[in-house]
């Protein structure tokens, strides 16, 4: 079975620009999670879905936005793009019925952005 | 509000010796704990967790880790280190107060010498 996959794998973009990145789930997963990693550090929480529905947001500005479709994939859009939006944007999905106890998340290899 | 600590960016080990990467926790609520592993260029892959089942847990290639709620502390320990363990090691922790959002520690890089 394939597992979690998101393209693009690079990209660059300028300050200022928009950007979308988009994810597909481990079939029968129904909740896309979205992680930003920035250089040296650990991933931060972005982003869950669970159903088409936001279940949950990290703390980072409305330049971020997100979305699930009904095949259960996901994009994530970065408005205005600035220098320390540079990162690994990693997706993850799970099993997770938006309630209850924790569901292993399942990670993608990650998109890499570079803003100039 | 949940935190991670681990408590060293760098550790380094000569192959076939032990080791061992701290990790301590806050959490008002019954946590989950993980352990990740990141390898250059490769995804995140899920060691072993912490459920609130039994407090020592056994992962994958050999790794364990014990829960010790009466020090906030899951440490990661391997017996017996191998070339192949050299990567970024990431502490994990999730409760109910995040929704179980995964809230990750800033990584301890593994480094194992001949």
């Known amino acids: 079975d394939a597992g979690v996959t998101q393209s693009p794998t690079h990209l660059i973009k300028t300050r200022g620009q928009h950007v979308t990145l988009r994810c597909s789930p481990i079939?029968?997963?129904?909740?896309v999670s979205w992680y930003q990693q920035v250089l040296g550090q650990g991933p931060q929480f972005i982003f869950q879905y669970y159903e088409k529905e936001e279940r949950g947001r990290g703390n980072f500005p409305d330049r971020f936005s997100a979305r699930q479709f009904p095949n259960y994939s996901s994009e994530l859009n970065v408005n205005a793009l600035l220098l320390g939006d540079s990162a690994l944007y990693l997706c993850?999905?799970?099993?997770?019925?938006?309630?209850?106890?924790?569901?292993?998340?399942?990670f993608g290899p990650g998109t890499r952005l570079t803003v100039l | 509000a949940q935190s991670v600590t681990q408590l060293d960016s760098h550790v380094s080990v000569s192959e076939g010796t032990p080791v061992l990467l701290r990790c301590n926790y806050s959490s008002s609520y019954s946590p989950s704990l993980f352990w990740y592993v990141q390898h250059p260029n490769k995804g995140l892959q899920l060691l072993l967790k912490y459920t609130s089942a039994a407090t020592l847990v056994k992962g994958i290639n050999g790794f364990e880790a014990e829960f010790k709620k009466s020090e906030t502390s899951f440490h990661l320990t391997k017996p017996s280190a191998h070339m192949s363990d050299a990567a970024e090691y990431f502490c994990?922790?999730?409760?109910?107060?995040?929704?179980?959002?995964?809230?990750f520690g800033k990584g301890t890089s593994l480094l194992v010498t001949p």
């Open positions: 079939s029968g997963h129904k909740s």
């Open positions: 994990v922790v999730s409760d109910q107060n995040s929704g179980y959002a995964l809230n």
């Open positions: 993850a999905s799970s099993l997770w019925q938006g309630q209850g106890s924790y569901n292993e998340q399942f």
